[in-house]
């Protein structure tokens, strides 16, 4: 869970789909009146272990930590620049 901007987001790392390890995780916004929380974004990971909001200057990121791509554990972890 992090907020920027003032809608509160959150970023859900989907490790593996019972098949494979190489699914997609999401990030969600709380958007509308109701404040329910919508798809913003899809990723595609290699068997995401974890998300990791910080900020610097201003600056809001997510770090993604990966773990396992179906073939090996030497898989990138991922730092993104948050625009919303």
Same mark, same amino acid.
């Given at each position: 869970?992090?907020?920027?901007?003032?809608?509160?987001?959150? +970023? @859900?790392?989907?490790?593996?789909?019972?098949?494979?390890? !190489?699914?997609? !995780?999401?990030?969600? +916004? /709380?958007?509308?009146?109701?404040?329910?929380?919508?798809? #913003? /974004?899809e990723i595609d990971t290699p068997g995401a !272990?974890?998300?990791?909001?910080?900020? @610097?200057?201003? $600056?809001?990121?997510? +770090?993604?930590a990966n773990h396992y791509d179906d073939l090996t554990f030497? @898989?990138?972890? $991922?730092?993104? $620049? #948050?625009?919303?």
């Amino acid at each position: 869970h992090f907020v920027v901007n003032n809608p509160h987001s959150l +970023a @859900v790392a989907n490790h593996y789909d019972g098949v494979v390890y !190489s699914v997609p !995780s999401t990030i969600y +916004a /709380q958007s509308g009146q109701e404040g329910r929380f919508e798809v #913003l /974004q899809e990723i595609d990971t290699p068997g995401a !272990s974890d998300w990791e909001h910080f900020e @610097v200057d201003g $600056t809001h990121y997510l +770090a993604l930590a990966n773990h396992y791509d179906d073939l090996t554990f030497d @898989v990138q972890s $991922t730092v993104y $620049t #948050l625009c919303l």
